[in-house]
C-alpha cells in the first residue's frame, strides 16, 4: 500500500510539472489537476482500459490564436441535475450509462480544455478576472440501428463568457466530415464509440472558440 502511495506521489510530482499552467476550477470537487487528474486517468486512461482500446484525445480542426489570452476557467458538471434525454441538435436519445459518466466524463473535458486552449494560445490563469464558466449538461455516445451500425457521439455544453451564455451542442456520426471514423474502418463497437465520444467533445469545445473571435 505504502509502495503504490509512493508511486502516486511520484506520478502526481512528473504531472503537475507537465501540467502546472493548468488552473481549471472544479467547485463540485475542487481544482481539477496533480494528483486528482492522476487519480482520474486511473479511471480513464488515454490509451484505455485493455490493449489495443484506445481514448483518444484529438486537436481542433482549425487552428486559432488568441494571443495568449488569460482566463480563469470553472468547469460543472450539470448532467445529473440535467438529466437530459436528448440534446439540442441531435434526435438521438442519451441515457448517461457509458463509461463517461460522472468522473471518467468530467476529467476527459478537463483534458480537452486544457489540451486545446493550450494549442490556441489561451492561457488557464485561476487569478484572471476575465472569467469562463464551462457546464457539461450531455456526454454520450450510441449505436444505432442493425447491420450497418451508425456511431454518434453526443456532447452539449454552456459556455458562459462576459456576462453572455451560449450553448454548444454536437452530434457526430461516423463518416461526417470531421469524425476520426469512416462507414467501413474496422474497429471494435467499443472503440468507435470512445473515438466518436471523445470527437463530440473536441467539435463542442471548437465551436466555442470559432465564436470566441468575435464574442458577443
Known sequence: MKLKF?????IFATSFTSYSQNQII????????????????EIMPEHGF?????????????QFNFENLKLKVILYDDRDEKKLTKINCSDVEINNKTELKAEQGTVKVWDY???????????IDSTSTDELEVRITALDCRLIGFGQVAVHGLCQMEFKYKGITKTYCTDIEDGDANAPLSKTSFVSRKTATRFMASASIRE?????????????
Open 6 to 10: 509512493n508511486l502516486l506521489v511520484l
Open 204 to 216: 463542442t469545445i471548437e465551436k466555442f472558440l470559432t465564436d470566441l473571435k468575435d464574442w458577443k
Open 50 to 62: 485493455l490493449p489495443g482500446k484506445k481514448f483518444p484525445t484529438y486537436p481542433t480542426v482549425n
Open 26 to 41: 472544479y467547485p463540485q470537487g475542487g481544482v481539477i489537476g496533480g494528483l486528482s487528474y492522476i487519480v482520474g486517468k
Open 113 to 123: 480544455l486544457n489540451k486545446l486552449f493550450l494549442q490556441s494560445k489561451i492561457v
